[in-house]
């Protein structure tokens, strides 16, 4: 039985159904970024934040919103290296996962208990250009990306 692909696959949209079972160096790559941010993160929540609002420091608010900002890079690199996206595809996850908690912030005040910030959407921009910054460099200096492992 012959079996047409139609225009639009969803199970296409973020990855390659090739790519998801193969470990590489950009997913070894993407899920050290991820571990990494995640760190990055944390220190900034319980380190520089306490350490801005103590002293009045005035940072623009890059500390209040380092939850987003780091958040979002954490959660965009954990998702490529569990789908293992090509990089054209990189670039869906990294609008999805952005344009997704911003819609989600704006949302905050429907919801219960929720509060909209201004800081939060800037924070979730930051860390969707930080990403896509990372994204470039990584393809720049990664020219191939060598299969460890396939299943």
Known sequence: MLK???VFDPGDFFTDRNAIRKIDTFRI???ATAVVWFFITEAGRFVWRPFVNANNINDF???DSVGN???IVV???????VM???RRKSYRVIAFVTVGYIAYEFLQPYLPKGVFDWKDVYGTLIGGVISLGLLFVYHKFIKSSSVLYEF
């Open 84 to 86: 293992n996206s090509p």
């Open 4 to 6: 047409y692909k139609t």
């Open 75 to 81: 959660q965009i690199f954990f998702m490529l290296a």
């Open 29 to 31: 790559v993407y899920l």
């Open 69 to 71: 900002w780091g958040g």
């Open 61 to 63: 608010g890059l500390a």
